[in-house]
Structures are given as structure tokens and as C-alpha cells.
């Protein structure tokens, strides 16, 4: 049971090159999430999934853009990358949208954007 | 919009003696959860604990308890007899029961040395 899994680790992008993230879930849950993390700031959500089909914009979503796949499979895009998108990202998942369910978080993607 | 800060960017403690780390919130609903997560040096965010704003009873998890004052917007953290393995930062996070996104909101953290 890997719980959820993000690749790459590592990543460093020229200015306007493009990438995708992906993430997976083996949990079977229902809610995907991809969140970012800057020095000195806790994490802020750039795109949720509810459900299998269904995106929609977290806090900051500029300059991104994700698939919900399938259920298992949840992937952010940075269609032109820009030196402000340089963070660690995280991507989460949880049984439902309820507040209550435990989020839980991949192990992060460094990216560096030059 | 809510928003969580946390006071204190660092904090220490001796092995087996206890921490308490500070959390205050804004906002104007009646009804939230409240969390902590532990991030150590690998990245993984982990839940300790969470709090329904509506229970008024201490969420309790082992050595990791809260003071939740609802009045006063404040959550605080206790971790008793700490180990060499708290140290990493944690997270105070605020989520709302309703609105589009029931983003989790975080605070800024407080990374915890363990001396031993």
C-alpha cells in the first residue's frame, strides 16, 4: 500500500518551458488535491478534485492546470513555467470533500524554476 | 477569508519534558475543524491531531493533546514527554465546513528542536 505517490522528486524548468506533475492514489479515495509550499509558508491549495470528473480552483491557481484522469490519478500542469512557481509541491487525497476527512499527502515535488 | 498564524518560528525542548506550541485563527463561522500536521526533514505531511469546533472536550491523540479556546480563536498544541522524533515543523490548519473548496488554510509552521 503506497498511500500517495508524486514523481518526480525533482524537477528544474527554463522559464516558459512546460511540465506536468503527477500524482496517484491506491486508498480509493474520492478527493484529490494539489497544493504548493513556499519558504516560511504553509501550504496553499491550487486545485481540488471532489470527485472523479470534477475539478475546481483552489487559493491560487494561476498558471495551472490539472486532469483529474480517473479515480486513482490526479496530474498538475504548468503550462509556461515562471520563476514564481518555483515551490515544493504536494499532492493529497482523502476519502471525501467533508472537512472532517484526513488529508493525505504525497511526498512532494521540489521544482526550480531558472 | 480565514486566516491561522502561528507566533512562534522556532521552538526547543529537552527529551521528555513537554512543548507547547501556539496557534491563533480568524474567522467568522461557528462551526470548523481544526488541525496539526507534522512535516519532518523527509516532507511527509502527517496528521497528529484534529478538533470539531463544536466538541468543547481537548482532542487527545497519545502524548500530543490541544487546548482549544474557541473564544479566543486559539489552539495550541501540547506534546508531553518529547522524543528525539517530534522534531520536525508543524502546522496549525483551519477547515471550513462549507464554500466551494473547504480548502484547508495553514499557518505559516513552527519548526521544533528536540535536545537531547
Known amino acids: 500500500n503506497a498511500g500517495v505517490t508524486q514523481t518526480p522528486k525533482f524537477q528544474v524548468l527554463k522559464t516558459g518551458q512546460s511540465m506536468t506533475l503527477q500524482c496517484a492514489q491506491d486508498?480509493?479515495?474520492?478527493?484529490m488535491y494539489w497544493y504548493r509550499q513556499d519558504p516560511g509558508m504553509g501550504l496553499r491549495l491550487i486545485y481540488y478534485?471532489?470527485?472523479?470528473?470534477?475539478?475546481d480552483k483552489g487559493e491560487v491557481p494561476n498558471g495551472y492546470n490539472v486532469s483529474r484522469l480517473n479515480k486513482r490519478e490526479f496530474s498538475l500542469r504548468l503550462e509556461s513555467a515562471a520563476p514564481s512557481q518555483t515551490s515544493v509541491y504536494f499532492c493529497?487525497?482523502?476519502?471525501?470533500?467533508?472537512?472532517?476527512?484526513?488529508?493525505?499527502f504525497g511526498p512532494g515535488t521540489r521544482l526550480t524554476v531558472l | 477569508a480565514q486566516t491561522v498564524t502561528q507566533s512562534q518560528p522556532e521552538m526547543s525542548v529537552q527529551e521528555a519534558e513537554t512543548v507547547t506550541l501556539s496557534c491563533t485563527y480568524d474567522t467568522s463561522e461557528s462551526d470548523y475543524y481544526l488541525f496539526w500536521y507534522k512535516q519532518p526533514p523527509s516532507r511527509q505531511m502527517i496528521l497528529v491531531i484534529r478538533?470539531?469546533?463544536?466538541?468543547?472536550q481537548n482532542a487527545t491523540e497519545n502524548r500530543f493533546s490541544v487546548n482549544f479556546q474557541k473564544a479566543a480563536k486559539s489552539f495550541s498544541l501540547k506534546i508531553s514527554d518529547s522524543q528525539l522524533g517530534d522534531a520536525a515543523m508543524y502546522f496549525c490548519?483551519?477547515?471550513?465546513?462549507?464554500?466551494?473548496?473547504?480548502?484547508?488554510?495553514f499557518g505559516s509552521g513552527t519548526q521544533l528542536t528536540v535536545l537531547p
Open positions: 478534485s471532489a470527485s472523479e470528473g470534477t475539478t
Open positions: 478538533q470539531e469546533a463544536y466538541k468543547q
Open positions: 493529497a487525497s482523502s476519502v471525501g470533500a467533508s472537512s472532517y476527512n484526513e488529508q493525505f
Open positions: 490548519a483551519y477547515r471550513s465546513p462549507s464554500g466551494s473548496a473547504r480548502q484547508l488554510t
Open positions: 486508498m480509493n479515495h474520492n478527493s
